[in-house]
């Protein structure tokens, strides 16, 4: 196939293949008819539990699931008391939510630069953007590869800052021996279904501080001071009590119940990723045009999207080569979006030069990987890449 491809000029073969794919079997769709039958649907003991599993999972306290990482993120900033007048560092290559989070807290983002390996904020970048205003830091674990933590906790102590970890990305990963999840004052997780798992869509807060967890959970509920189970599980009338202006931010049992099956395979999931993404990171090993992602050592990646540089050496640029690719029924998407170009960041902030971060949106390009990928599936994706940039 790959001489076919290389000499031309035969017919091309077509595949057709996604980018990602939902890991569901029987199990999710078990889960999800137990649920339906219950007759208890909104959050309720399957959102709890799932918590519990997400918790230990990643070795922290306490999880808070939300709707979205957007929300999640949002309410990380709201528990802070971030708002009017303050400011909030965050790398502009990310997700557009990473900023908007930080505008709808009505506090102002501060985009720093990122790192021209690992895509992740820079540490030393940062302390420059720092400024009588700040009053914290969001990481970014871009792609599922950690950002550089121990820097950025040390930076963060010094200037009092919070760091709320944007782990959308990220569960499963690593840093120096330990989970993401574990480590920042509250980290938050995507269920996205371009996620490593997936409840639809979906989100988790991870602390280990029990006070923020249960502000957390008030918050996300109206600010109702009784979650639901307790108060149908009470054998007396329970009237509950609104302390504090909450959100409807409440995860549904049916979600829960998704996740719950998810958690049980994660570490395979995983495992199969990896195994891809080894496949892909050698076959492209040798290539002068097509460079790898990077994962310094003590980090452990949990391959939730896998990036490639398109060198401006190659023979096509990166859009087109993802116009052939997409003519030949492979999907890719780009590497990460600059938020800072986006245009009611222009308007807010002005024209901002991010160098970087402008060169990486630009030719980096996120390649098919989910589970179920098959290896012709992913030797078609390597070879007619291949053909295409050399
Ligand atoms: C880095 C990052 N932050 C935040 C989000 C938002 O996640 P959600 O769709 O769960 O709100 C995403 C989603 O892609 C993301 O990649």
């Known amino acids: 196939m790959l001489k076919n491809l290389l000499n031309g000029g035969r017919k091309q073969r077509k595949m057709?293949?996604?980018?990602?794919?939902?890991?569901?079997?029987?199990?999710?769709?078990?889960?999800?008819?137990?649920?339906?039958?219950?007759g208890w649907v909104t959050q309720g003991p399957k959102v709890e539990e799932f918590e519990r599993m997400v918790a230990s999972y990643v070795g922290a306290r306490y999880a808070v699931a939300v709707t979205s990482a957007t929300t999640g993120l949002f309410l990380a900033l709201h528990v802070k008391?971030?708002?009017?007048g303050d400011e909030v560092i965050v790398p502009s290559f990310s997700f557009i939510a990473t900023a908007n989070v930080v505008v709808h807290s009505q506090a102002k983002p501060i985009f720093?630069?990122?790192?021209?390996?690992?895509?992740?904020?820079?540490?030393?970048?940062?302390?420059?953007?720092?400024?009588?205003?700040?009053?914290?830091?969001?990481?970014?674990?871009q792609v599922g590869l950690p950002s550089d933590l121990d820097k950025i906790h040390k930076i963060a102590k010094a200037h009092n800052l919070?760091?709320?970890?944007?782990?959308?990305?990220?569960?499963?990963?690593?840093?120096?021996?330990r989970k993401i999840g574990s480590i920042s004052e509250m980290t938050v997780f995507s269920f996205h279904p371009r996620k490593t798992i997936t409840t639809g869509d979906g989100g988790m807060i991870t602390t280990n501080d029990k006070k923020l967890a249960d502000r957390l959970k008030l918050l996300r509920n109206q600010g109702?001071?009784?979650?639901?189970?307790?108060?149908?599980?009470?054998?007396?009338?329970?009237?509950?009590?609104?302390?504090?202006?909450?959100?409807?931010?409440?995860?549904?049992?049916?979600?829960?119940?998704?996740?719950?099956?998810?958690?049980?395979?994660?570490?395979?999931?995983?495992?199969?990723?990896e195994k891809l993404a080894k496949r892909y990171d050698k076959a492209f090993l040798s290539s002068k045009n097509i460079i790898p992602p990077y994962i310094p050592k003590g980090y452990e990646h949990n391959r939730q999207s896998y990036v490639v540089r398109v060198k401006k050496e190659s023979k096509i640029s990166r859009d087109n080569l993802m116009q052939k690719l997409l003519d030949l029924g492979i999907a890719t998407r780009r590497g990460v979006m600059a938020s800072h170009l986006e245009k009611p960041y222009v308007k807010?902030?002005?024209?901002?030069?991010?160098?970087?971060?402008?060169e990486a949106?630009?030719?980096?390009?996120?390649?098919?990987?989910?589970?179920?990928?098959?290896?012709?599936?992913?030797d078609f994706v390597i070879k007619n890449i291949l053909n295409l940039t050399q």
Do not use: W
């Open 16 to 38: 057709k293949i996604p980018l990602i794919k939902p890991n569901f079997d029987k199990k999710e769709e078990k889960a999800v008819i137990d649920v339906l039958r219950s």
């Open 81 to 84: 008391g971030i708002g009017a």
């Open 112 to 141: 720093v630069d990122i790192d021209p390996n690992t895509f992740n904020i820079d540490p030393e970048k940062i302390e420059k953007a720092i400024s009588s205003r700040t009053k914290a830091i969001i990481p970014v674990d």
């Open 162 to 177: 919070i760091v709320i970890e944007d782990a959308a990305c990220a569960i499963g990963t690593k840093y120096k021996g």
């Open 224 to 273: 109702m001071g009784v979650s639901d189970v307790k108060r149908h599980s009470s054998k007396k009338v329970v009237q509950e009590q609104y302390p504090e202006i909450g959100f409807n931010f409440r995860m549904t049992d049916i979600q829960a119940a998704i996740g719950i099956e998810q958690m049980k395979k994660i570490d395979r999931i995983l495992t199969k990723r």
């Open 348 to 358: 807010m902030l002005g024209k901002i030069k991010l160098p970087i971060t402008e």
């Open 361 to 378: 949106t630009a030719n980096t390009m996120v390649l098919p990987l989910f589970p179920k990928m098959t290896i012709s599936e992913q």
